[in-house]
C-alpha cells in the first residue's frame, strides 16, 4: 500500500512538473522566440563571412542574450493581453489566463528575463547588439502590441519589430548599420513576415475579431483582401532576391537564380490563395513561409561574398 501511494506521488509531482514545464514554454513563446534568435544569429553568420572574424563566444553570448529578451518580450506581452487571450479559444488555455501562474510572478520573470538579457547583450558583446534587442522589445511591447487593438496598421509595425533581430547579430559581428548588409536583413525579414501574417490572420479571422484585434482580414470573408497583400508582398520577396545580387556587391551574381525562385514559389502559392479563397490555400501559404525562410537564409549564405 505504501508503495502504491509513493508512485502515484512520483506521478502527481512528474505530471506538476510536466505541466510547469509546458506553460513556461508557453509563457515564453519558445518556438516563436527561438525563431527570433536564430534570425539574429544568421545576421552574425552573414556579417562574420563578409568583413568579420567569427568568434564563438561572441555567436554564445548573442546566442544566450538574444534568448533572454525574446523570452522576457514574450512574457510581457502575454502580461497585455490576458483580457484578449480568454477570449479566443485557441489562447484561453494559456497559462495566465487560465490562472496556472500568477500574474506577479510572470511580471518579475518577464523584467527578469529581459533585463538579463539586454545587460548581458550590453557587457559581454557590445552596446549596438544590446540597443537592437531594446528596439525590438520597445517596438514589439509599445508600439505593436497596444496598437493591434486600434488599427489593421498594426501589421506592418509588427513586421518592423520583427525584422530588428538580424540586426542584432549583424551588430554583434562588427557590422555597419549604414550597409547593403543591414539594408537585406531588415528588408528580407520585414517582407517575409507579411504573407506569414496575412495567411495566419486570415485562419483565424473570427477568433482576433472576438479578441477585439483589428487585422488586414477581418470580415475578409472570401480572402480577396488578405491574398492581395500576400501577393504583393511576395513579389517584394522575388525582387529583393533577385535584385540584391544583381545591383550591390555583397552577393555573387548567381544568387539571383537561387534567392529569387523561392520567393515565386510563394507568390504562385499568394495566387493560388487568391484564386481558391479556400482555407487549405491559405494554410499551405503559411506553411511555405515558414519552409521560405530557412531556403533563403541558406541560399543567400551562401551567395554572400
Known sequence: MADSHMADAAQSTGSLAKRLQEDLMTLTKARLSILVV???????????????????????????GTTLAAFG???????????VDARMKRTSNRPLPANRIPRPLAFILGFLLAAFG??????????????????TLLTYLFIYT???????FNTIVGAVSGAIPPLIGWAAGGGSFLSYGALFLF????????????????????????GG????????????????IALAYSVCLVLLGLLFPLLTPVMAKWGAVVC????????????????????????????????????????????WT
Request: charged residues 15%; aromatic residues 18%; without cysteine.
Open 38 to 64: 536564430i534570425t539574429a544569429l544568421f545576421g552574425y553568420f552573414l556579417v562574420t563571412k563578409s568583413v568579420g572574424t567569427f568568434r564563438w563566444g561572441i555567436f554564445f553570448d548573442t546566442f544566450f
Open 187 to 210: 528588408a528580407l525579414l520585414f517582407f517575409w513576415q507579411l504573407p506569414h501574417f496575412a495567411a495566419i490572420n486570415w485562419m483565424y479571422r473570427e477568433e482576433y475579431a472576438r
Open 213 to 228: 484585434f483589428q487585422m488586414w482580414s477581418n470580415d475578409d470573408e472570401t480572402g480577396e483582401k488578405t491574398a492581395r
Open 260 to 303: 529569387s525562385v523561392p520567393g515565386v514559389v510563394m507568390v504562385w502559392l499568394a495566387f493560388r490563395f487568391l484564386k481558391s479563397g479556400e482555407r487549405k490555400d491559405a494554410r499551405t501559404l503559411f506553411f511555405y513561409t515558414l519552409l521560405y525562410l530557412p531556403i533563403m537564409m541558406l541560399a543567400s549564405y551562401l551567395a
Open 73 to 83: 518580450a514574450a512574457v510581457f506581452n502575454q502580461l497585455m493581453e490576458v483580457d
Open 146 to 152: 497596444p496598437m493591434k487593438r486600434v488599427s489593421s
Open 118 to 135: 539586454l545587460v548581458h547583450l550590453g557587457v559581454r558583446v557590445n552596446v549596438p547588439a544590446a540597443g537592437m534587442a531594446a528596439a
